[in-house]
């Protein structure tokens, strides 16, 4: 997947700058660095290297044959071969079999206009010579990061904070980001850093030296409720599921290195290794996490669907302890606070997967986001379909909380105090059950927050906020209460959360590269525009994949609701205790945004509370802040 980083400056950029940010990204390539420096000196690009496709003769930076467009990529295009042989027959001379290469040829030919054409996970960093200016990309579901930032006159870019920070941007805290992540979650096109901006995803990046600007490209497209939708039987829906997974898992399987499975006990990445077994002429491997039994434990479901898909299992036994002891490395890799442990057991599980030396894995990250498969979706559609009376809404709800009580989810109305919502009710007319669980744990912290801290946010909705970092009128207005949590989700949570802490950097900071087959795009605009009852029937999440990959799986898995990863913890355990370390630690007293008087309150009150499930993760997210402030010298 590598590494990129890139400096821009009309005063000349700095070797040693350009050095130090590449080598801040090692851990996401190891197997070779290279920089490119223009012979003005206004442009210097650098790469970190894992070398997946044409381990020869795939080194960066990248170049044309004139010598005027150079580029580095992160990332992998996929459908390669069709893009290789456009490019010969326009009389490219290709010099590698790397996908990266074709960038520097199809941008030649189509400009910008290039990332229709692309298919994949992947951020990239171009320079014209011709135009003088400077162009970066980002995916468009945002498996793949880029963060840039300014200083004096020299533009910043690169795969992580981190390597920023090692080529001269100062590390600072940005508050108005930390409490907008404290409240809720981060806007994509925001770092909790000062000066520090994401691009986000489905957007590229024009800089000319002077000015920048950033465009979206792509969004996902729900119907509107008055918008006619293709009559077909639901067979024909899941034979088009079908084709456009299986060919989204054919396609992620070209590599020239052995491509691996991520597997739970569920339907995602059971489809997955079902499909990626039938697509390959040898056993897989498959590699899965064990926790002490328990709700949360999945391996025994995971040994029958990899005995089914007749692929070769690997288990990693993780305790609270482990997950303890790896937590403050995998925040500081991650460079956001994180709720729950289940960032650690990633982080330990692709940790297994290089040292069994594996590159590369297939993974169901973005399933649920696309077929509606989390608790929260499926209760704004029950809580807001009109077609059945309320007392028939409250009895499904019921059996909602009931089925998700392992879980720490408590249902669409959680008892006690709540952030005010009242701003995404006006705008939406409902409020998504998600934001209504951050706003339950914003009510816990911000009785934390230092008082003048608090104070200078008064006027502040976050959630508002957040909406306002979407295009709510073409994204969301008009479509079903799913539709529009689902998009809200998709551009807020995935990129920020899931792909971050449960993606891209806990794999890369070990070298694994993971693909996402439910996030090609292609696919992705298929599903969206199926019928609600698809994706969720009655109280069946995720029903045309269920119908789709059937043929794949076993019973035990076909039939098995949606079983969040999350990670165990035990009152008064490893975790707690981490967290109660690092909350008393004279360093987080130095931090401005808290008042640790009642930080030591909170932390009592879950000694005497063992079995509240919401304090927990607050310690968590709070102490995660604490680690990066430590670690990062904030």
Same mark, same amino acid.
Request: proline content about 3%.
């Given at each position: 997947m590598c590494g990129i980083f890139a400096l821009q400056?009309?005063?000349?950029?700095?070797?040693?700058?350009?050095?130090?940010?590449?080598?801040?990204?090692?851990?996401?390539?190891?197997?070779?660095?290279?920089?490119?420096?223009?012979?003005?000196?206004?442009? &210097?690009?650098?790469?970190?290297?894992?070398?997946?496709?044409?381990?020869?003769?795939?080194a960066q930076p990248l170049s044309s044959d004139d010598d005027l467009v150079h580029a580095v990529v992160a990332g992998e295009f996929y459908d390669y071969e069709r893009l290789r042989r456009q490019m010969i027959e326009?009389?490219?001379?290709?010099?590698?079999?790397?996908?990266?290469?074709?960038?520097?040829?199809?941008?030649?030919?189509?400009?910008?206009?290039?990332?229709?054409?692309?298919?994949?996970?992947?951020t990239f960093v171009l320079w014209d010579e011709r135009t003088g200016v400077l162009f970066a990309a980002r995916d468009r579901f945002g498996v793949k990061p880029l963060y840039y930032a300014r200083s004096a006159d020299t533009l910043f870019l690169g795969s992580e904070c981190k390597a920023l920070f090692a080529a001269g941007i100062v590390a600072?805290?940005?508050?108005?980001?930390?409490?907008?992540?404290?409240?809720?979650?981060?806007?994509?096109?925001?770092?909790?850093?000062?000066?520090v901006a994401q691009l986000p995803p489905g957007h590229y990046l024009l800089s000319d030296g002077e000015r920048v600007k950033v465009i979206q490209y792509w969004d996902l497209h729900y119907p509107r409720l008055n918008e006619g939708l293709p009559s077909r039987p639901d067979e024909e829906w899941v034979e088009l599921m079908r084709a456009e997974l299986r060919e989204a898992v054919e396609l992620r399987l070209r590599a020239d290195v052995p491509v691996a499975c991520y597997l739970s006990g569920g339907v995602d990445s059971g489809a997955i290794l079902g499909m990626a077994s039938s697509l390959s002429a040898n056993p897989i491997d498959a590699f899965t996490i064990g926790f002490d039994a328990g709700p949360l434990d999945e391996s025994a479901v995971a040994v029958e669907m990899a005995a089914h898909a007749g692929a070769r299992l690997n288990?990693?036994?993780?305790?609270?302890?482990?997950?303890?002891q790896h937590w403050e490395d995998t925040i500081v890799q991650c460079e956001v606070p994180a709720f729950n442990a289940n960032c650690a057991a990633k982080y330990l599980l692709s940790r297994h997967?290089?040292?069994?030396?594996?590159?590369?894995?297939?993974?169901?990250?973005?399933?649920?986001?696309?077929? &509606?498969?989390?608790?929260?979706?499926?209760?704004?559609?029950?809580?807001?379909?009109?077609?059945?009376?309320?007392?028939?809404?409250?009895?499904?709800?019921?059996?909602?909380?009931?089925?998700?009580?392992?879980?720490?989810?408590? &249902?669409?109305?959680?008892?006690?105090?709540?952030?005010?919502?009242?701003?995404?009710?006006?705008?939406?007319?409902?409020?998504?059950?998600?934001i209504e669980q951050f706003a339950v744990r914003a009510a816990i912290i911000r009785s934390l927050l230092d008082p003048d801290y608090r104070s200078s946010f008064d006027d502040r909705d976050p959630y508002e906020v957040l909406l306002g970092g979407v295009d709510v009128a073409g994204g969301m207005e008009g479509r079903s209460a799913l539709h529009q949590s689902m998009y809200l989700w998709t551009k807020t949570v995935l990129p920020n959360r899931q792909l971050t802490y449960l993606g891209d950097r806990v794999e890369m900071a070990h070298s694994v590269e993971a693909r996402t087959p439910f996030l090609d795009h292609k696919l992705a605009e298929a599903v969206a525009r199926m019928p609600v009852a698809m994706k969720i029937n009655g109280?069946?999440?995720?029903?045309v994949l269920r119908e789709a990959a059937r043929p794949y799986l076993p019973a035990a898995v076909y039939g098995r609701r949606k079983h969040p990863f999350l990670a165990p913890a035990e009152a008064g355990g490893a975790l707690f205790r981490l967290a109660e370390e690092r909350l008393t630690d004279p360093t987080f007293a130095s931090m401005p945004f808290y008042d640790t008087s009642a930080m030591h309150a909170l932390l009592n009150r879950a000694r005497q509370s063992p079995g509240d499930v919401w304090l927990l993760p607050v310690l968590l997210l709070i102490s995660s802040t604490a680690v990066l402030h430590r670690r990062y010298c904030l």
């Open positions: 400056s009309e005063q000349g950029v700095s070797r040693e700058s350009l050095v130090n940010g590449v080598r801040a990204l090692r851990h996401r390539g190891p197997d070779g660095s290279g920089t490119w420096i223009a012979p003005h000196g206004r442009v &210097g690009l650098g790469h970190a290297r894992l070398s997946i496709m044409d381990p020869l003769g795939g326009l009389g490219y001379r290709l010099r590698s079999r790397s996908d990266s290469e074709l960038l520097v040829h199809l941008y030649k030919e189509r400009g910008v206009d290039c990332l229709a054409e692309l298919r994949g996970e992947f600072r805290w940005d508050g108005d980001s930390v409490f907008q992540e404290l409240n809720g979650v981060l806007t994509a096109d925001r770092s909790l850093f000062t000066g288990t990693m036994h993780v305790t609270e302890t482990d997950l303890a997967v290089r040292d069994a030396g594996h590159k590369v894995v297939l993974t169901g990250e973005g399933a649920d986001e696309m077929l &509606g498969g989390y608790a929260v979706f499926r209760s704004d559609l029950l809580a807001n379909d009109e077609a059945v009376s309320p007392a028939v809404r409250r009895q499904r709800l019921a059996a909602l909380r009931e089925q998700n009580r392992h879980f720490g989810w408590e &249902g669409r109305a959680p008892a006690g105090p709540m952030a005010s919502v009242d701003g995404v009710r006006r705008k939406l007319g409902f409020v998504p059950e998600f109280m069946t999440e995720k029903h």
